[in-house]
């Protein structure tokens, strides 16, 4: 019997778990069954003692007769015996023979798991229905479904651990369907109105400013408190027309090593009383796999992410490799290594590595990072578009509010020449917020759909949305007109765009488009002056491979085609021991030697680039 109720038990368990991660139970209905079955374990065991167990003993009924029968009373007299033997074999039967018996334990069993059914039911009504204390706050109607919330950073007198604990709950609350964290990038326009920095630290206070101004459903704020060895995370929801407090959270590390275990917590009970499904609260990636194990791997992520949100690029990348230096499976971190080598225009070799790491450690990212991961992957690495965009397209239908995957698939879809529902996706994008990368690609695919005055007029509404940014949008409207063949008009609005805009990188990109126009015309000298410029800036144009490119160019247009090769052939013979392979751009070098025919050196650069840069990065 103790095997039999072992192994119904077990079933039991893995019947509710089941259960729970399909269909969402409450968190504590396993440990409640786990008691029911300890409890019925002695019941059980005590009823199969008693009924089954041990030899049933009886006590004699009656007293003993005479010793002498006569011949008239023999026929009774052997009735009687009978009938005393028969008695004696009967046993006697007490109180716990009728209380243990199989018919009760079934009973009392069947009606301890209604019970559970019961209550478990009740706490699912009231939570969904916004009743009593097991109400979520989109049941009770105080919260959206779908509702911005703004996390503030929390309040500590270690401001690095503050840094860190807010960045960890960051990452694991983008795993909520129910909420979406508004991303510091795009409150930097709104902390500009309010006169304070783009990397200023969003106290309560300033969260709850930033939620009143931009119509934001929510604030969370939170504090990190110790005792002794011990830390202490509360946090609280904070909503309403007087910004009172929705409901309050409370969660506590032994030690600095348990504080990614409380924050996991932390954020699970955040989800879970914003109203998420218990399924994907309980069935998420826990932090620890999201994130990283380490906490000085996340120390050093979360410097990284200020860094980026300052605008220093090349800081924020350095500390993204100190992460995954630190923990070799910090799969966010690996991520953020590629964008960023992919946005500076460096290293390709170490930008698909980063990728493809990423890739291969997708299943330790929160649901929209591995998306954009898998999207970013093919997109970059790969070369599979439609992976590309089946990635994205999987990511909107989870969550239609993410305006990285807008942007990224409105650009797949240009590619695909599915130019109007391009469109759209930018238009949806920039419904959110004004922002300079989506209205650039709004003003190319603007172009594809309607020319040079489509894209001109897209540009001149993105000047007014977002004026700090003109340089970019004025440089793709220079691009506009010479890809429309308006070069008289490019080369006017290429003149005014060199004089207006006079940072580094805004010289190189006027640079660029003076030289390519210089060369349309017929004017090498011009153009071999403006290649000159290119050395203020570092960065893709400034790479020697590519400048001896750009020359070899003005010296086939001169008709010298022995010059250009001899450029460009020579200019790998310096860098070869210099640049890594995935820098001495062999795809625009091996275009030119074609184009003069310089069979033989383009066979031989050909061979070394396949030799010495990986396929995948071909």
Same mark, same amino acid.
Do not use: C
């Given at each position: 019997?103790?095997?039999?109720?072992?192994?119904?038990?077990?079933?039991v +368990?893995?019947?509710?778990d089941?259960?729970?991660?399909?269909f969402?139970?409450?968190?504590?209905?396993p440990?409640?069954?786990?008691?029911?079955?300890? *409890?019925?374990l002695?019941?059980v065991?005590?009823?199969?003692f008693?009924? $089954?167990?041990?030899?049933?003993l009886?006590?004699?009924v009656?007293?003993?007769?005479?010793?002498?029968?006569?011949?008239?009373?023999?026929?009774?007299?052997?009735?009687?015996?009978?009938?005393?033997?028969?008695?004696t074999?009967?046993?006697?039967?007490?109180a716990h023979?009728?209380?243990?018996?199989?018919?009760?334990?079934i009973?009392?069993?069947a009606?301890?798991?209604?019970?559970?059914?019961?209550?478990?039911?009740a706490?699912?009504?009231m939570r969904?229905?916004?009743?009593?204390?097991?109400?979520?706050?989109?049941?009770?109607?105080? *919260?959206?479904?779908?509702?911005?919330?703004?996390?503030?950073d929390f309040e500590?007198p270690d401001a690095?651990?503050?840094?860190?604990?807010?960045?960890?709950?960051?990452?694991?609350?983008?795993?909520?369907?129910?909420?979406r964290?508004?991303?510091?990038?795009? +409150?930097?326009?709104?902390?500009?109105?309010?006169?304070?920095?783009?990397?200023?630290v969003?106290?309560g &206070?300033?969260?709850?400013e930033?939620?009143?101004r931009?119509?934001?459903?929510?604030?969370?704020?939170?504090?990190?408190?110790?005792?002794?060895?011990?830390?202490?995370?509360?946090?609280?929801?904070?909503?309403?027309?007087d910004?009172?407090?929705?409901?309050?959270?409370?969660q506590t590390?032994k030690?600095?090593?348990?504080?990614?275990?409380?924050?996991?917590?932390?954020?699970?009970?955040?989800?879970?009383?914003?109203?998420?499904?218990?399924?994907?609260?309980?069935?998420?990636?826990?932090? %620890?796999?999201?994130?990283?194990?380490?906490l000085?791997a996340l120390?050093?992520?979360?410097?990284?992410?200020?860094? %980026?949100?300052?605008?220093?690029?090349?800081?924020?990348l350095?500390?993204?490799?100190?992460?995954?230096e630190?923990?070799?499976d910090?799969?966010m971190?690996?991520?953020?290594?590629?964008?960023?080598?992919?946005?500076?225009?460096?290293?390709?070799?170490?930008?698909?590595?980063?990728?493809?790491r990423?890739?291969? +450690?997708?299943?330790?990212?929160?649901?929209?990072?591995?998306?954009?991961?898998?999207?970013?992957?093919?997109s970059?690495?790969s070369?599979?578009?439609?992976?590309?965009?089946r990635?994205?397209?999987? *990511?909107?239908?989870?969550?239609?509010?993410?305006?990285?995957?807008?942007?990224?698939?409105?650009?797949?879809?240009?590619?695909?020449?599915?130019?109007? $529902?391009?469109?759209?996706?930018f &238009?949806?994008?920039?419904?959110?917020?004004?922002?300079?990368t989506?209205?650039?690609n709004l003003? $190319?695919?603007?172009?594809?759909?309607?020319?040079?005055?489509?894209?001109?007029?897209?540009?001149?509404?993105?000047i007014?949305?977002l004026?700090?940014?003109e340089?970019a949008?004025?440089?793709?409207r220079?691009?506009?007109?010479?890809?429309?063949?308006?070069?008289?008009?490019?080369?006017?609005?290429?003149?005014?765009?060199?004089?207006?805009?006079?940072?580094?990188?805004?010289?190189?990109?006027?640079a660029?488009?003076?030289?390519?126009?210089?060369?349309?015309?017929?004017?090498?000298?011009?153009?071999?002056?403006?290649?000159?410029?290119?050395?203020?800036?570092?960065?893709?144009?400034?790479?020697?491979?590519?400048?001896?490119?750009?020359?070899g160019?003005?010296?086939?247009?001169?008709?010298?085609?022995?010059?250009?090769?001899?450029?460009?052939?020579?200019?790998?013979?310096?860098?070869?021991?210099?640049?890594p392979?995935?820098?001495?751009v062999?795809e625009?070098?091996?275009? +030119?030697?074609l184009?003069?025919?310089?069979v033989?050196?383009?066979?031989?650069l050909?061979? %070394?680039?396949?030799?010495?840069?990986?396929?995948?990065?071909?």
């Amino acid at each position: 019997m103790l095997g039999i109720y072992l192994a119904a038990s077990w079933i039991v +368990l893995q019947v509710i778990d089941v259960l729970g991660n399909n269909f969402g139970l409450p968190e504590w209905v396993p440990p409640f069954a786990l008691v029911l079955l300890l *409890l019925g374990l002695p019941v059980v065991l005590a009823t199969a003692f008693i009924q $089954e167990g041990v030899a049933n003993l009886a006590e004699p009924v009656g007293s003993s007769g005479p010793a002498d029968v006569s011949p008239s009373n023999e026929l009774s007299s052997v009735s009687e015996s009978q009938s005393a033997q028969g008695a004696t074999a009967r046993p006697r039967r007490g109180a716990h023979h009728r209380l243990f018996t199989w018919r009760n334990a079934i009973l009392g069993g069947a009606a301890a798991f209604t019970l559970l059914g019961i209550l478990t039911a009740a706490y699912l009504v009231m939570r969904t229905t916004g009743i009593g204390p097991a109400a979520t706050l989109v049941a009770q109607g105080v *919260l959206e479904e779908g509702a911005e919330v703004v996390l503030a950073d929390f309040e500590s007198p270690d401001a690095e651990l503050a840094n860190v604990v807010t960045g960890a709950l960051r990452i694991d609350l983008l795993q909520s369907a129910t909420i979406r964290i508004v991303p510091r990038a795009e +409150l930097a326009s709104a902390l500009g109105r309010m006169q304070q920095a783009e990397d200023a630290v969003i106290t309560g &206070q300033v969260a709850r400013e930033l939620a009143l101004r931009e119509g934001y459903g929510a604030v969370i704020e939170g504090e990190i408190g110790t005792a002794g060895s011990s830390y202490v995370l509360t946090a609280r929801i904070m909503g309403g027309e007087d910004w009172a407090p929705l409901a309050g959270f409370r969660q506590t590390a032994k030690n600095e090593a348990d504080l990614i275990d409380a924050i996991e917590a932390l954020s699970r009970d955040i989800r879970d009383k914003a109203g998420e499904s218990l399924r994907t609260v309980r069935g998420g990636a826990p932090l %620890e796999q999201v994130t990283t194990t380490s906490l000085q791997a996340l120390r050093a992520y979360t410097r990284a992410e200020a860094l %980026e949100e300052a605008g220093d690029r090349l800081g924020a990348l350095e500390l993204y490799e100190s992460a995954v230096e630190i923990d070799p499976d910090f799969a966010m971190a690996y991520r953020k290594i590629g964008v960023h080598l992919g946005n500076i225009g460096i290293r390709r070799p170490d930008q698909v590595a980063a990728l493809t790491r990423a890739y291969e +450690l997708r299943g330790r990212l929160p649901e929209a990072e591995r998306h954009l991961a898998e999207g970013y992957y093919h997109s970059a690495v790969s070369g599979d578009r439609d992976a590309a965009i089946r990635a994205y397209e999987g *990511l909107l239908a989870t969550d239609p509010g993410n305006t990285t995957a807008h942007n990224n698939l409105g650009v797949l879809y240009r590619v695909r020449g599915r130019l109007e $529902e391009s469109d759209e996706l930018f &238009q949806r994008r920039l419904a959110e917020e004004p922002h300079a990368t989506p209205y650039g690609n709004l003003v $190319e695919t603007r172009f594809m759909l309607g020319g040079y005055p489509a894209a001109s007029a897209t540009a001149d509404t993105a000047i007014a949305a977002l004026p700090e940014a003109e340089f970019a949008f004025e440089s793709l409207r220079v691009r506009s007109a010479v890809a429309a063949g308006e070069y008289e008009l490019a080369d006017s609005l290429a003149r005014s765009f060199a004089e207006r805009f006079r940072r580094p990188i805004e010289i190189v990109m006027a640079a660029h488009q003076r030289y390519r126009l210089a060369a349309i015309h017929g004017r090498l000298r011009e153009a071999e002056r403006h290649v000159a410029d290119f050395d203020v800036a570092p960065g893709f144009l400034a790479n020697p491979m590519y400048m001896a490119i750009l020359r070899g160019e003005l010296a086939r247009v001169r008709g010298d085609l022995a010059e250009a090769a001899r450029l460009v052939t020579e200019r790998h013979d310096q860098i070869r021991g210099s640049l890594p392979p995935g820098d001495r751009v062999y795809e625009g070098s091996l275009y +030119l030697l074609l184009q003069v025919e310089a069979v033989d050196e383009a066979q031989q650069l050909f061979d %070394e680039w396949v030799s010495e840069v990986p396929e995948n990065q071909l």
